[in-house]
């Protein structure tokens, strides 16, 4: 059984920073493209940064040059650094990730989520 487990989550002040993390565990052959995603509350859920297996990146517009996303895949693991944070960041932020468990089997898989709060 495949799991993906977020940590990092927090309450920060206006400008400051977090790293979040996003673990996968389990029978894994290889895992594609990793997102992050957040939801606000009252608002839908919405893709905040993708990074590709080689490590492409794409990124929300509200977000692009304040967070980096970056991973591990030796340790299937992805990041988001999130600097310069403004009240308007605050959400739970899930990760999502498209995972193989045999070279002709995947899906997506979804973390539990972590909260994310900015506010002085």
């Known amino acids: 059984q495949v799991r993906l487990v977020e940590s990092g989550g927090g309450l920060v002040q206006p400008g400051g920073s977090l790293r979040l993390s996003c673990a996968a565990s389990g029978i894994i052959f290889s895992i594609d493209a990793m997102d992050w995603y957040r939801q606000a509350p009252g608002k839908q859920r919405e893709l905040v940064a993708h990074?590709?297996?080689?490590?492409?990146?794409n990124y929300a517009d509200p977000v692009r040059g304040r967070f980096t996303i970056s991973r591990d895949n030796a340790e299937n693991t992805v990041y988001l650094q999130m600097n310069s944070l403004k009240p308007e960041d605050t959400a739970i932020y899930y990760c999502?990730?498209?995972?193989?468990?045999?070279?002709?089997?995947?899906?997506?898989?979804w973390g539990q989520g972590t909260q994310v709060t900015v506010s002085s």
């Open positions: 990074i590709t297996r080689d490590g492409g990146t």
């Open positions: 999502n990730a498209r995972i193989r468990t045999t070279a002709w089997n995947w899906r997506d898989y």
